[in-house]
C-alpha cells in the first residue's frame, strides 16, 4: 500500500507466478488468486507475462506508467526438466549424478545447447 500512497511511479515488482510452493501447488495451501485484482486494488498497473519469454518480460517492464507496476510473471516450475516441472520436490531436492546429468540433457533438449 506504501508504494501507490507515495507515488513511488518509478518502482517495478516482479512476482514468478509458477503455482507451486515447498508444500505443493498454491491452490491447495495458499490460494493467492486473483493476484492481480489485489495489486490493481493497491494501485498497481498489473501485466501478465509469459515469464519464460525474454521479449515479454522487457516490454512489460519498459512499458511506461504513472502508476507503479507489477509484473506478473507466469512460469512453470523447473521448466524444461521433466521429472522435476510443476514437482513440489523440486524445491528442495539434491540431484544424484545420473539426475543430474539428465536434467542437463533435458534442458539442452527444452532449450537448446548454448554451445551449438
Do not use: W
Amino acid at each position: 500500500m506504501s508504494i501507490s500512497n507515495f507515488n513511488l511511479n518509478n518502482m517495478t515488482i516482479i512476482v514468478d507466478r509458477n503455482k507451486y510452493q515447498l508444500d505443493g501447488p498454491t491452490a491447495e495451501i495458499m490460494d493467492n488468486s486473483p493476484l492481480e485484482k489485489k495489486f490493481e486494488a493497491f494501485g498497481f498497473d498489473v501485466c501478465s507475462v509469459n515469464g519464460h519469454e525474454i521479449e515479454e518480460l522487457m516490454n512489460a517492464y519498459n512499458s511506461n506508467s504513472d502508476k507503479p507496476k507489477v509484473i506478473i510473471a507466469d512460469t512453470v516450475k523447473a521448466n524444461g526438466i521433466k521429472f522435476l516441472e510443476n514437482n513440489k520436490i523440486s524445491h528442495q531436492t539434491a540431484l544424484s549424478a545420473k539426475k543430474y546429468e539428465q536434467a542437463v540433457n533435458d534442458i539442452k533438449a527444452y532449450y537448446g545447447d548454448i554451445n551449438d
